[in-house]
């Protein structure tokens, strides 16, 4: 699929992708879990966020082919192109700058490999973790860098 393709989706509405966008579940204690972790670490406020559960967030994963009710993979949207699973997940840590971006290294692992454990984790989140009754709610200053 080529690089912006959403933007010619009339089932997706526009919004504004000129930084990288971490779409995630946000009734998975595990994934908000991830999204604090992210905005804590993130000096450069280089990443907005978006809940999978949002129109916009469901908009995205029915475009991109994934279950927009079962969320067994975040999405990065970076430069207009998504990344998914493992290689999302390693390029969203390394985007938080040193020494996260050690964990690159990570991509040296077969991606078939890591993509498994990846998936074991996502389906087993909310026995892992547990879920929330209603979506992650940011706090009031780190609202702004959240999409609706």
Known sequence: ?????????????SFQDDRPII???????????WVKFALKRDKRKA???????????????RHYGL?????????LLMNGRPYFRSEGSILMVA????????LK???LVPRGLLDRFYEFIARNRFRLAGRMETCYV???????????
């Open 47 to 61: 990443y907005r966020f978006m809940t999978a559960q949002s129109a916009m967030g469901a908009a995205l994963y």
């Open 95 to 102: 985007g938080l700058g040193f020494p996260w971006s050690l």
């Open 23 to 33: 779409i995630f579940d946000g009734q998975c204690v595990f994934c908000s879990g």
């Open 105 to 107: 290294i990570f991509g």
């Open 1 to 13: 699929m080529e690089d912006y393709s959403y933007r010619r989706d009339p089932e997706v509405p």
């Open 67 to 75: 279950d927009d009710r079962d969320y067994e993979t975040n999405m």
């Open 138 to 148: 940011p706090t009031p200053e780190d609202r702004a860098r959240f999409i609706a």
